[in-house]
Every structure is written in C-alpha cells, then in structure tokens.
C-alpha cells in the first residue's frame, strides 16, 4: 500500500481536494512557507486597471504548466501587494488579485517548484495516516485448543487405510498420488498440492509437510466401522437425545489402532510443533467409496477431535482430518487435493463459511465462493487475518489509499469506526482481487474479472458455544443460522443472489466510479443498525493498484 504521494497531487487534485475533508483536523501539519521561498520560481503576470479601481479585484489568468502557491502574498513592481485569495490548486487556474493602491500595470506571483509544492501542500493536507496494527490476538490465541500451527515449519502425519472388504488393488499409485496431494510441487500437480498451497496463501509462513504411512489393513471390516458410527450417532426420534452415551467412536478407534501400530517407528512427539502437548495434526485417508449421495456419513471428509485421553511418546492426538481416497480423483485433474486443502482449513481452526442449514430463515447462501465455502481458489481475507499471514491496514479515518492487488502481499483494508486493536469485532474489509494464483484454476466459480471486493465482517466472540446452533463455533456469529453472517460479500449489483442462490458472479465487485455508502447500498448499516456514516469510494484500478477513498462523514 502506498500512501497518497506527490504523484496524486498533480494527477488527482480533485481527489486530493475531496480527502482533504478532515474528520481530524488536528491531524493537519502546518507548514512554514518560507522555506518554499529558496526554491522558488517567479512568474510575471500583467495586467491593467486604473487608479479608479483602488481595491478592486482583478482576475489574472496564469500559465497553466505552473503550480502556484496558495495564500501566498508577494509584492508586485510598483510595492502593489498583490494577493492570491483563490484557495485552489486546480492547474491551470486563476487566481484574484486585490489592489490596495492605484495605478499597478504589473504583478510578479511567485510560484512555486513541484518539490516545494510537495511541502507546501501539507498546509492543508489530510495527513491521516492508515493504523498498522501490532499485538493484537490472532484465531489460535482465542481457540481451547490449537491443531496445526497458522505458521512455521509443521510436519503432519498421514495413515492410508484400506479395509479387507475394501482392499487398494494398485498400492504405489496410491501411495504415490497422497504423496504427490501433500507434498508435491505446483507445477507437478495441476492445481496444488496441500504444501504448495499453503506456502502461497500463507506467504510463505507456513511450510507444511506430511510423513505419509501405509497402507495399514484396518482390524476390522469397513462395516464395523459404518455400524460404530451409526450407534455414536443415534438419537432418540421423540426427544433427540444421544442413545449410546458410551458408543466407541469409529473414527478415534482407528485413529488409536494406527497409533498404537506405528508406534515403534514413529517418535510422536516430533509432530507437535508448537509443544502444547498435542499432535498438531493427524490425517486419516480411508479407502472406501464416498457416500455422495447416500450411504454412511462415515464415507465423506471432515476434520474433528480425538474423542479419548490417549497418549503416545508423551503426546495426544487431538484434531484429525478423516478423508477418503478418492476425494483425491475428484474431476479431471490428475491429483485434486482440494479436499484435504479445505479440512486443513479447519486444522488451522477456521470455520466453514457455508450454510449447514439452509432451510432457516438466516444466513442463506453462505459467502458464496473461496476455499473455506466452496473448496476452491484462495482463502479469502478475513481468514488470512485470523491465522495472522497477513496484518489488515486499518482505516478509522478519511483518507485516499492505494491498495496493491491482493496476489502480491495480501494487501486489505480493515475498515472501521473505532479500532480497538483486536479483529474479533464488526468492520469491512477491501481487496483487490485478480484471478490470478490460486484463484486462477478455479475462476470460474470464483470472479473471472479482476475489481474490488467487501467483506462485511461480524467476528465478535465471547458469548461462548451456542448449544441452540447447528453450528458450533467460537465467535458469536456463523454463516449458517445467526442474525447476520460472520463473513460475507456485499454485492456491488445490490442483486441479492448470493443469499437466494449460494454463489457470486463478476457483477458483484465494485468498478472505478463505484461508491459503496454513496450510489451503492446508500444507506446501509453496521448490524446494530447505526448508519455506517462512510464511502468507500473506487476512484481508479490499474493493473497493479487500486485507489480507494475512504470517507468518514
Ligand atoms: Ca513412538
Ligand atoms: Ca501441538
Ligand atoms: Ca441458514
Ligand atoms: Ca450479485
């Protein structure tokens, strides 16, 4: 992000005259002007009247290839003070001129050079300056428990399962392609393996690798299995309760037989990186068809907890993805490691951001697109915020802002009335998107042109499990069933469709010329209801940068 330079005063006056509006007039450095006078230049302006017109005003134009001091007062030849009482900067322009005695033929302006300019224009520039943040409390601080660290260096480990009445026939291709899904390079699988991707929307802060074993033979059929999961599941149709409190849990079962197996070979304590006493991630690929349209929920993926106290080499198993193999050959591509992508997602402890529950009155149609919704492209912003791979540049005040595209260094706008240093609150967030990187494979389903997108956050926390929810989740709201959504996108075609029908489309970034606050959503409000009292103003979007105008009112 740069902010607002030279190169806008000369270009963009207009803009920089709307900027300068401050909401903080205490902000405003004034500037001595007679340091301007070493660097200088003079500019004859003539012009005529006569001694009838003592203290008249006369219009003098002046070269439009000048920039010209404002307020500045000089001498003209004949000790006829002349003074320049039009506040603008506008090029060209025209400036007023005031006779205070007779007869003057002549004035001499002095002007200035465009580095004095620079220093000049801080009379009466908005020197508001964007918050960096610093120390505020990242996701992993607020969870009960940490899975995979959100940075570093982190190993996980990896067990392929087969069953005897579910056998993996080609045992190295298997092998092979979970390697190729977990630690393969970009360019040797056509999306991205769970390394490659990380390393990219992580900006390099997290390198994540897997030690992959197997293939072990589960002890028992993958109907035991099923059968297990269906009595932990349960319930009572009349009330709803649990019928098998004491029920094993199919997943944790097995979980604890590969433990237990590998146990001699394996040093688990070298897979908690961050020594909480936890291993920081397990992951189960099972070989058994996926129940997409019926059958057992044992056959999807997820990723969940160990549900006993077992502890191995001096460590636990706690978050675990449990996925089946052939989420890895899923469409046309030769690995897809989507799936295990998404669910480390939810190692990193984020949430889902579509709606479990679609037919409740709230929350419908979830964000719409991005990795933790849709399993595609690029996590989105807010979640890089959360796992801290990226600092939000706050803005609680106008100001203008270029804002780099988001592929470069994860650049975003936080913007907010009162910053109280902490992210789990309510603010929009401003990206430029391209679809570029990680959202280029998938673009489709994502934004196939390039513009701004806002996010409007609700990520306060503290009123603890809702037991009522479908949904459970630290922060007080979900994109499934509270009032308003935890992360959403705000249209810029005002259509509504990500509510009605759960995705986005190109229509839905903001363009120059577009002001959110202004002709779109002119009256929209923060969820408390109170009127945001901003513009979000798209001024220009080049193929680097976007500037953007932020308007308190
Ligand atoms: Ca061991
Ligand atoms: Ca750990
Ligand atoms: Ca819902
Ligand atoms: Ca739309």
């Given at each position: 992000m740069k902010k607002i330079t030279m190169f806008l005063f000369l270009l963009g006056l207009t803009v920089f005259i709307v900027s300068?509006?401050?909401?903080?007039?205490?902000?405003t450095t004034t500037t001595?002007?007679?340091?301007?006078s070493t660097s200088s230049t003079s500019t004859e302006v003539t012009t005529t009247w006569s001694?009838?017109?003592?203290t008249t005003t006369n219009t003098v134009t002046v070269p439009s290839s000048t920039t010209y001091l404002t307020t500045e007062s000089t001498t003209a030849t004949t000790n006829t003070t002349v003074v320049l009482t039009t506040a603008t900067t506008t090029v060209p322009t025209t400036y007023t001129t005031t006779s205070?005695?007779?007869?003057?033929t002549s004035a001499t302006i002095t002007t200035a050079s465009t580095t004095t300019m620079a220093t000049t224009t801080e009379i009466t520039t908005n020197t508001n300056e964007p918050i960096i943040p610093v120390g505020y409390n990242l996701l992993q601080d607020e969870l009960e428990s940490v899975g995979i660290?959100?940075?570093?260096d982190v190993k996980v480990l990896v067990f392929v399962v087969d069953f005897v009445d579910s056998q993996i026939t080609d045992t190295t291709k298997v092998m092979n392609d979970v390697d190729l899904a977990f630690n393969g390079n970009s360019e040797d699988i056509d999306f991205e393996s769970l390394h490659s991707y990380y390393g990219l929307s992580s900006y390099g802060k997290l390198n994540l690798t897997a030690d992959i074993f197997g293939v072990y033979r589960a002890s028992n059929n993958s109907s035991y299995y099923e059968q297990l999961n269906e009595n932990f599941y349960a319930?009572?149709?009349?009330?709803?309760?649990?019928?098998?409190?004491d029920a094993p849990h199919p997943d944790s079962d097995l979980i604890y037989e590969l433990l237990e197996f590998y146990d001699n070979q394996i040093d688990?304590?070298?897979?908690d990186q961050n020594q909480?006493?936890?291993?920081?991630g397990v992951y189960v690929l099972y070989n058994h068809d996926i129940s997409?349209?019926?059958?057992?929920?044992?056959?999807w993926a997820y990723q969940y907890y160990y549900w006993y106290e077992d502890s191995f080499d001096g460590v636990s198993p706690n978050y675990y993805v449990w996925s089946g193999i052939d989420f890895f050959y899923e469409?046309?591509?030769?690995?897809?490691a989507r799936t295990i992508i998404h669910e480390t997602g939810h190692m990193l402890g984020l949430d889902d951001y579509?709606?479990?529950?679609?037919?409740?009155?709230?929350?419908?149609?979830?964000?719409?697109?991005f990795m933790m919704d849709y399993t595609i492209g690029d996590h989105e912003p807010f979640s890089k915020i959360l796992l801290g791979w990226i600092t939000p540049i706050v803005i609680e005040q106008t100001m203008v802002v270029d804002l780099e595209k988001f592929?470069?260094?994860g650049e975003v706008l936080l913007i907010i009335?009162?910053?109280?240093?902490?992210?789990?609150d309510e603010y929009f967030l401003i990206m430029y998107y391209t679809?570029?990187?990680?959202n280029e494979l998938d673009q489709d389903y994502i934004f196939t042109d390039s513009g701004i997108l806002i996010f409007h956050v609700?990520?306060?926390?503290?009123?603890?499990?809702?037991?009522?929810?479908y949904y459970y989740s630290?922060?007080?709201?979900?994109?499934?069933?509270?009032?308003?959504?935890?992360v959403k996108i705000i249209e810029a075609d005002m259509s509504g469709d990500i509510d009605k029908y759960a995705i986005v489309e190109n229509s839905d970034l903001f363009v120059a010329g577009d002001g959110f606050g202004r002709n779109?959503?002119?009256?929209y409000r923060w969820y408390d209801n109170?009127?945001?009292?901003l513009e979000i103003n798209v001024i220009d979007i080049n193929s680097e940068a976007a500037r953007i105008e932020v308007k308190f009112k």
């Amino acid at each position: 992000m740069k902010k607002i330079t030279m190169f806008l005063f000369l270009l963009g006056l207009t803009v920089f005259i709307v900027s300068c509006d401050l909401k903080n007039t205490e902000n405003t450095t004034t500037t001595n002007n007679t340091s301007s006078s070493t660097s200088s230049t003079s500019t004859e302006v003539t012009t005529t009247w006569s001694s009838s017109d003592n203290t008249t005003t006369n219009t003098v134009t002046v070269p439009s290839s000048t920039t010209y001091l404002t307020t500045e007062s000089t001498t003209a030849t004949t000790n006829t003070t002349v003074v320049l009482t039009t506040a603008t900067t506008t090029v060209p322009t025209t400036y007023t001129t005031t006779s205070t005695t007779s007869s003057t033929t002549s004035a001499t302006i002095t002007t200035a050079s465009t580095t004095t300019m620079a220093t000049t224009t801080e009379i009466t520039t908005n020197t508001n300056e964007p918050i960096i943040p610093v120390g505020y409390n990242l996701l992993q601080d607020e969870l009960e428990s940490v899975g995979i660290p959100a940075t570093g260096d982190v190993k996980v480990l990896v067990f392929v399962v087969d069953f005897v009445d579910s056998q993996i026939t080609d045992t190295t291709k298997v092998m092979n392609d979970v390697d190729l899904a977990f630690n393969g390079n970009s360019e040797d699988i056509d999306f991205e393996s769970l390394h490659s991707y990380y390393g990219l929307s992580s900006y390099g802060k997290l390198n994540l690798t897997a030690d992959i074993f197997g293939v072990y033979r589960a002890s028992n059929n993958s109907s035991y299995y099923e059968q297990l999961n269906e009595n932990f599941y349960a319930t009572d149709p009349y009330t709803g309760e649990y019928l098998y409190n004491d029920a094993p849990h199919p997943d944790s079962d097995l979980i604890y037989e590969l433990l237990e197996f590998y146990d001699n070979q394996i040093d688990y304590s070298d897979y908690d990186q961050n020594q909480d006493g936890f291993i920081d991630g397990v992951y189960v690929l099972y070989n058994h068809d996926i129940s997409y349209e019926s059958g057992s929920d044992l056959w999807w993926a997820y990723q969940y907890y160990y549900w006993y106290e077992d502890s191995f080499d001096g460590v636990s198993p706690n978050y675990y993805v449990w996925s089946g193999i052939d989420f890895f050959y899923e469409g046309y591509e030769n690995v897809n490691a989507r799936t295990i992508i998404h669910e480390t997602g939810h190692m990193l402890g984020l949430d889902d951001y579509y709606d479990y529950y679609p037919d409740d009155l709230n929350n419908s149609g979830g964000l719409g697109t991005f990795m933790m919704d849709y399993t595609i492209g690029d996590h989105e912003p807010f979640s890089k915020i959360l796992l801290g791979w990226i600092t939000p540049i706050v803005i609680e005040q106008t100001m203008v802002v270029d804002l780099e595209k988001f592929l470069l260094n994860g650049e975003v706008l936080l913007i907010i009335d009162t910053w109280n240093n902490t992210i789990f609150d309510e603010y929009f967030l401003i990206m430029y998107y391209t679809p570029e990187g990680l959202n280029e494979l998938d673009q489709d389903y994502i934004f196939t042109d390039s513009g701004i997108l806002i996010f409007h956050v609700s990520a306060e926390i503290g009123n603890g499990y809702d037991s009522e929810s479908y949904y459970y989740s630290i922060f007080n709201n979900n994109n499934t069933d509270t009032e308003n959504k935890l992360v959403k996108i705000i249209e810029a075609d005002m259509s509504g469709d990500i509510d009605k029908y759960a995705i986005v489309e190109n229509s839905d970034l903001f363009v120059a010329g577009d002001g959110f606050g202004r002709n779109i959503y002119s009256t929209y409000r923060w969820y408390d209801n109170k009127a945001i009292n901003l513009e979000i103003n798209v001024i220009d979007i080049n193929s680097e940068a976007a500037r953007i105008e932020v308007k308190f009112k």
